[in-house]
């Protein structure tokens, strides 16, 4: 059976489920997507009002405000470790994440790559810590996170509209009874900040896979986050496709100082995209500039690259 027409935009960012990240509720709760939280903002400026009303409150908080680079908030992942049954899927696992950075994240299949994601969101049980900071690196606060998964689902003949997903994530009103002019403003500020305004009033089973990923992206920017996870966004994406994304993401971490940690296979794009590479297997065995982990011996090995060659024209793993 077909997934229902929504089942798409909770799939995507699970928008309003509040989570705590860390061992016994040592954590702090985040929300994610476009879910509002009453903490500092790393990416609003250490607290500056996001322009657009509360989503909450039948509006959507949107790309207005001037968004004031901080450079010090963090992310501090230590010693967390997941098992699923019997077997350990990470283990003692230690990164520090700050805004502006964008972290690609590299591995084979089944390295931990989409759990780790899932931990930082709080979706999986796990064992040590994930604790958001302030910018003195003092206290926790409550974070904002945006998150697109590796894949979603949904039935591409429902009559659901990119306007009428924005509507049922950012609004308490009914999509059925339409959307209000100054909601539909807003969507189109937020899909504008990823070049995607055109297609508002488009169905969701008439976008391409280039244009769909926008759209997803966009979502999960409502409002600007802290932390921004996306799981293998392009697959089936072509590779000037690719190329356009990396550069928009990159645009964006840099606009909303955001951090961003983006799973991804294209090594060697990456390379050229991110600021720092982390190689997972199931521990970290790599995590520095991505020109130092693209040449290391042990990630070569595992793509079976070749050991000597590494440098421009190099294709990227598959």
């Known amino acids: 059976m077909s997934p229902g027409p929504f089942q798409l935009q909770m799939s995507c960012i699970n928008a309003k489920r509040r989570v705590t990240c860390g061992d016994e509720g040592d954590g702090v709760p985040v929300e994610r997507g476009w879910a509002r939280h009453g903490g500092r903002s790393c990416g609003a400026g250490g607290g500056a009002r996001v322009s657009g009303r509360d989503p909450g409150g039948g509006g959507q908080a949107g790309f207005g405000a001037r968004h004031e680079p901080c450079g010090a908030c963090s992310t501090d992942i230590r010693g967390l470790c ?7 899927v990470l283990r003692d696992i230690d990164l520090h994440l700050h805004c502006g950075e964008l972290v690609a994240l ?32 003092r206290r926790p606060v409550l974070p904002r ?7 979603v689902e949904f ?16 609004s308490r ?5 339409g959307m209000s002019g100054a909601l539909r403003d807003a969507v189109l500020e937020s899909l504008g900040a990823v070049d995607a305004a055109r297609l508002i009033d488009r169905r969701l089973g008439e976008l391409s896979g280039g244009e769909l990923q926008r759209v997803l992206l966009a979502l999960s920017l409502t409002p600007p986050p802290n932390l921004l996870l996306l799981d293998e966004p392009l697959s089936g994406i072509d590779l000037a496709g690719r190329e356009r994304f990396y550069r928009l993401v990159s645009d964006l971490r840099r606009r ?6 983006l799973v991804s296979h294209d090594l060697a794009a990456m390379v050229d995209f991110a600021d720092r590479m982390i190689f997972l297997e199931g521990r970290v065995v790599c995590d520095d500039d991505p020109p ?3 040449a290391d011996p042990r990630v070569r ?14 294709g990227a793993p598959r």
């Not at 089944?110 to 979706?123: C, F, P, Q, V």
């Not at 996170?145 to 894949?151: A, D, E, F, L």
């Not at 039935?155 to 994530?169: E, G, N």
């Open 145 to 151: 996170i945006g998150y697109v998964p590796q894949r």
């Open 173 to 177: 009103r009914p999509s059925c009874f």
């Open 301 to 314: 090995l595992a793509f079976g690259l070749d050991l000597h060659r590494h440098g421009e024209g190099e």
């Open 106 to 137: 590299a591995g084979l299949n089944g390295a931990g790559k989409s759990t780790l994601l899932r931990a930082i969101l709080g979706e999986i049980p796990h064992t040590g810590r994930v604790l958001f900071m302030d910018k003195e690196h």
């Open 82 to 88: 997941v098992r699923m049954g019997s077997k350990e």
């Open 292 to 294: 130092k982990v693209w």
């Open 155 to 170: 039935d591409p003949a429902a009559p659901i509209s990119v306007a009428d997903l924005f509507a049922t994530a950012v």
């Open 256 to 261: 909303f100082d955001m951090a961003v940690v």
